[in-house]
């Protein structure tokens, strides 16, 4: 493990506007990473902060009528107090309102000067407030910002300004590029930023007129540095840089920056860099531009009037749920980094959150904790049995643990966070899938199955205490509540991570706590269709009225039982107690609908053999047909317990 301390950075954020889910999913990201590092046992810095002292803070400031110093104090909580809400753990908030800062960018303009990087000219072209950037006359059609997603009126600016020399660095920023391969990620974004260079980089304008605000020109104050200029410097300012030399050689160059493709090619992959070399500072190891949420397609933003505010939306979720706040908080970065490849674009849906919520998390991570600390509590009053080490089948789960964490990590390495959540769940299916094949409920019947039941229980428990250590990055607060439930007294955060994938960190004799559903399913269920209502009252009309009624042989006779042979089975969305089944009856296909979804794994079921009434009459259940029923026991708790044939018969064999 490297000594140097882990750091990382988000792009910092504008204040005149409020934080929404795009800009939260950056951070989110950034603190997933830092978090991942912590856990690791490796120093961490992860830095964010608020660009202040840009030209449209001064503009928006005065609309409200305040100075803009008194417009940024305003709201900068309104940032802070979210990313707190959201369980972003950043260890430095800068803003660039701070003297610190304002002594970087000064000695770093300053430098520059004397290095003859930077010298006077006059700057004749566009400038768009909006977007903070400049932009050459034949870049603007219509007095029209280019960026397609702003497309603001921009200004003709013709003033006497300071240059930073960048056309000297094309050349240098491709052979850096060309030599760090894993400098600039993704690829696809990597070969916008080539064409862009090698396109001819001219000189940049870094200052404007004064107008009131900003960082003035040592030795110039009728002109102010530009925004971009004062807010890149940050993440040196952060660093130590020219205040903290120990730290900043422990944590410079930088070892991940995250910010958004919007401002990826231009000002992170070319200003910036050619800026450090300038300086004679190292380059950063990695800068990635990762994708845009959208909402129905379209950039959020406040000016569309569409952005999702994070706390409002975890409010939503919550109250949708009955789950607490901090766990809807967790849902939300869980969809966030599942539901896309970190980079690319994702389109942001309450649907596809709620989808996320009741499959993801209530169904396969809660069941697979609601069904086994439940067990224990009633068979072993809670407390971790011993296993026994050699048994088979816990053996195979065990080896999946180790190979998990191993396959989490290599992704966390790459920052590919969706694929990292995807194999921790598949690793919670085959924990599912164990316990249906084990069915510890049925083990805790018999006496002579108590060592099997100790080490089934033991097994789950362990898998979930690894699972609890590699959701944690992402999930916080429920890997606490895990925890907690598991009853371990060491603290999940701390180097855990190198435990996660050791069997055996959970004790034997551990008192496990009191086990509450984390993920209360959200009730997608519509008003029952019409039909589907006629049908399930004409159901219960139907229903015998007389106590254990008898039937004569030619009634039973009515009644065509046949065993069929289970296809495939899936769960139906907004339907926890239901599973969709093809099956074959010999000379057909059918489909089922039944409420098996509890007892039964729907991958568990493909293959087996069931008995079907064959002639009963077709019913929707939750909009779905369901062309005939199963047989299936009730146990003592009323769970369903299918029933099957013996041995192996043909599909539509009859049962009489
Ligand atoms: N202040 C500059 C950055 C200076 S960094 C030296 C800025 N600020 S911003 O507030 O407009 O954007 C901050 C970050 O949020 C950027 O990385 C931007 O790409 C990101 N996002 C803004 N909207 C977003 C989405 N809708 N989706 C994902 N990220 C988004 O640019």
Not at 466 to 479: D, E
């Amino acid at each position: 493990m490297s000594d140097k301390t882990f750091y990382i950075t988000t792009a910092i954020y504008y204040v005149n506007d409020v934080p929404h889910i795009g800009s939260a999913s950056e951070a989110i990201a950034a603190d997933v990473m830092a978090r991942y590092e912590r856990s690791r046992g490796r120093k961490v810095i992860f830095g964010t902060g608020t660009d202040e002292n840009a030209m449209k803070v001064a503009e928006v400031a005065a609309s409200s009528g305040m100075s803009p110093q008194q417009y940024v104090d305003k709201l900068v909580p309104v940032w802070t107090d979210t990313w707190r809400a959201m369980h972003i753990q950043y260890d430095n908030w800068i803003r660039t309102t701070e003297p610190g800062h304002r002594h970087v960018v000064e000695t770093a303009f300053s430098k520059m000067i004397e290095n003859g990087d930077i010298y006077k000219d006059t700057y004749k072209g566009w400038y768009c407030v909006s977007d903070e950037t400049f932009f050459r006359e034949s870049e603007v059609v219509d007095g029209l910002c280019p960026n397609a997603e702003c497309k603001k009126p921009v200004r003709w600016v013709e003033e006497e300004n300071y240059f930073f020399r960048l056309s000297a660095y094309g050349d240098r920023l491709l052979e850096h590029i060309e030599a760090n391969p894993d400098f600039l990620a993704p690829e696809f974004r990597k070969n916008e930023v080539v064409s862009f260079i090698k396109s001819g980089l001219r000189d940049a304008c870094v200052t404007r007129k004064a107008y009131g605000w900003g960082i003035p020109v040592p030795g110039d104050p009728d002109q102010v540095i530009y925004v971009w200029f004062d807010a890149l410097l940050n993440y040196l300012t952060v660093a130590g840089y020219l205040s903290d030399e120990k730290k900043f050689a422990e944590t410079w160059p930088a070892d991940v920056q995250l910010v958004g493709k919007d401002i990826f090619v231009r000002f992170h992959c070319t200003l910036w860099p050619a800026m450090l070399m300038s300086l004679g500072v190292e380059i950063p190891r990695l800068i990635l531009g990762h994708g845009f949420w959208t909402v129905e397609g379209q950039k959020m933003g406040k000016s569309l009037g569409n952005a999702i505010a994070p706390v409002k939306v975890s409010e939503d979720l919550a109250a949708m749920s009955g789950a607490s706040f901090d766990v809807a908080v967790d849902a939300i970065r869980y969809f966030l980094l599942r539901e896309v490849s970190f980079g690319l674009d994702g389109d942001f849906s309450i649907g596809g959150l709620i989808g996320r919520f009741n499959s993801d998390l209530a169904n396969d991570l809660g069941n697979l904790l609601n069904r086994t600390l439940p067990l224990l509590h009633r068979n072993r009053s809670g407390v971790v049995p011993q296993p026994d080490a050699g048994d088979a089948d816990s053996l195979v789960m065990r080896g999946l643990v180790t190979a998990t964490v191993d396959e989490v990590a290599g992704y966390l390495d790459k920052l590919q966070f969706s694929d990292a959540l995807a194999s921790i769940w598949t690793l919670i299916g085959r924990g599912n899938k164990y316990m249906e094949d084990q069915a510890p409920w049925k083990l805790a019947r018999n006496e002579a199955d108590a060592a099997k039941l100790d080490t089934v229980l033991y097994t789950v428990l362990e898998m979930v205490r690894s699972i609890a250590i590699m959701v944690q990055p992402v999930m916080p607060h429920v890997a606490e509540v895990i925890w907690g439930q598991l009853g371990i007294s060491e603290a999940l955060t701390g180097r855990q991570w190198q435990s996660a994938g050791v069997w055996g960190g959970l004790k034997p004799g551990t008192q496990t706590g009191t086990p509450t559903p984390i993920f209360p399913r959200i009730d997608t269920r519509q008003k029952p269709a019409v039909e589907e209502k006629k049908v399930e009252e004409k159901q219960a009309e139907e229903k015998p009225v007389v106590e254990n009624p008898t039937i004569t042989f030619d009634e039973f006779k009515k009644t065509q039982l046949k065993v069929a042979k289970i296809l495939s089975a899936e769960r139906i969305e907004g339907a926890d107690k239901l599973l969709k089944l093809q099956v074959d009856l010999g000379t057909e296909q059918r489909q089922l609908v039944a409420g098996i979804a509890k007892q039964y794994e729907p991958e568990s079921l493909i293959g087996k053999l069931i008995i079907v009434v064959a002639n009963l009459a077709p019913a929707k259940l939750r909009g779905v047909e369901s062309q005939g029923m199963l047989l299936a026991a009730n146990d003592p708790d009323g769970a369903a317990v299918l029933l099957m044939p013996d041995k192996d018969v043909p599909p539509g064999s009859r049962v009489s």
